[in-house]
């Protein structure tokens, strides 16, 4: 008898033991994008349409199915919405996300990822295959379905009919050609500087009006005072 309860808990004991071991975390299995380094059962990042709650990858919820890589909070999650969140139009099924996306961008799980940068992919692209460098990497950090066109330049330099220009030496912030963004910020101080100056002269003219208006106010109602005794000592 005594033998039989004793393993009986025994039994108990290893059950317990064996439903408290977590289950080994594998990158690209159950959501998970990249194991924790401190915790090998735990999660650290997740999969797109995927959000990280407690260590797991917990899919979206079918009414806002999609989420970008490395969510953090069902909060993350949403609906396909043409002319949101880069892309143009919906899939007529709610789980299937995006069908078309928007330049610079490609499909992946029904969501519009962007491109890297000094890279341009055209409308309705569905691989980040589909991501071209630029003909000008270098200092490009966007460009057109002509990849010899830039949209967008690096620092020190600025975009003039497609092409990125360098800023002169004594101006590398330009703004387009010789225009520095430290003149730019010089007029507005000149601006400025006018703007207070106007400010302070209506600020006399009101000191001023008030000096004068004070005297004829109380003057005013002292005959309106007077009067009124006058009135009733009648």
Wanted: proline content about 3%; overall charge negative; some cysteine.
């Amino acid at each position: 008898m005594k033998f039989s309860l004793l393993l009986f808990n025994s039994l108990l004991l290893l059950l317990s033991n064996f439903s408290q071991v977590k289950t080994a975390c594998t990158a690209s299995e159950n959501g998970c994008l990249k194991c924790s380094t401190s915790d090998t059962s735990e999660c650290d990042i997740c999969l797109a349409n995927y959000y990280l709650s407690s260590g797991a990858c917990i899919s979206c919820p079918a009414s806002t199915p999609n989420s970008y890589e490395g969510s953090e909070s069902s909060s993350d999650c949403f609906a396909c919405s043409a002319g949101a969140n880069n892309c143009i139009t919906c899939s007529d099924t709610v789980s299937e996300g995006c069908s078309t996306c928007a330049a610079d961008t490609y499909l992946s799980s029904g969501i519009c990822e962007s491109c890297p940068d000094d890279t341009y992919a055209p409308e309705g692209s569905t691989s980040s295959s589909s991501c071209h460098a630029c003909t000008d990497s270098r200092h490009c950090r966007g460009c057109s379905e002509n990849k010899d066109v830039c949209t967008t330049c690096a620092l020190s330099y600025y975009l003039d009919d497609g092409s990125c220009i360098a800023c002169p030496r004594s101006c590398p912030n330009c703004v387009k050609g010789s225009v520095c963004k430290s003149e730019s910020n010089h007029l507005g101080a000149i601006l400025g500087g006018i703007l207070g100056g106007i400010a302070a002269v209506i600020g006399i003219l009101v000191v001023v009006y008030k000096k004068d208006a004070v005297p004829k106010l109380k003057e005013s109602l002292g005959k309106k005072v007077a009067k009124y005794h006058a009135v009733r000592s009648n």
